[in-house]
Nanobody, 121 residues
Framework: QVQLVESGGGLVQAGGSLRLSCAAS????????MGWYRQAPGKQRELVAA???????NYADSVKGRFTISRDNAKNTVYLQMNSLKPEDTAVYYC???????????????WGQGTLVTVSS
């Protein structure tokens, strides 16, 4: 089995910063893409940022220039540095690992349990 454990959420004032971390563990051979999604109350889950094992990144337009995704392949860990936070960034943030190849030769997509980010105005 493969698990994702997130940390770093919390309450911050508008204009502040937070850093989210997500560590993958278990029977992992490799992970292609890792990313962060978020879901605000009453809204659909949306992609925030993603990064491949080669370092290619993709960001939602709403976070470009404010958020930075990075990854430590050796630790199977992905980070999301969030700066200049706005109240509209308030959501539950979910870590995602896509195209996980297990040591048993299987392919998985795995989600974390979510971490709440609240930005006060």
């Amino acid at each position: 089995q493969v698990q994702l454990v997130e940390s770093g959420g919390g309450l911050v004032q508008a204009g502040g910063s937070l850093r989210l971390s997500c560590a993958a563990s278990g029977s992992i051979f490799s992970i292609n893409a890792m990313g962060w999604y978020r879901q605000a109350p009453g809204k659909q889950r949306e992609l925030v940022a993603a990064i491949t094992s080669g370092g290619s990144t993709n960001y939602a337009d709403s976070v470009k220039g404010r958020f930075t995704i990075s990854r430590d392949n050796a630790k199977n860990t992905v980070y999301l540095q969030m700066n200049s936070l706005k109240p509209e960034d308030t959501a539950v943030y979910y870590c995602n690992a896509d195209e996980v190849v297990t040591t048993h030769g299987g392919y998985l997509e795995v989600w974390g349990q979510g971490t709440l980010v609240t930005v006060s105005s």
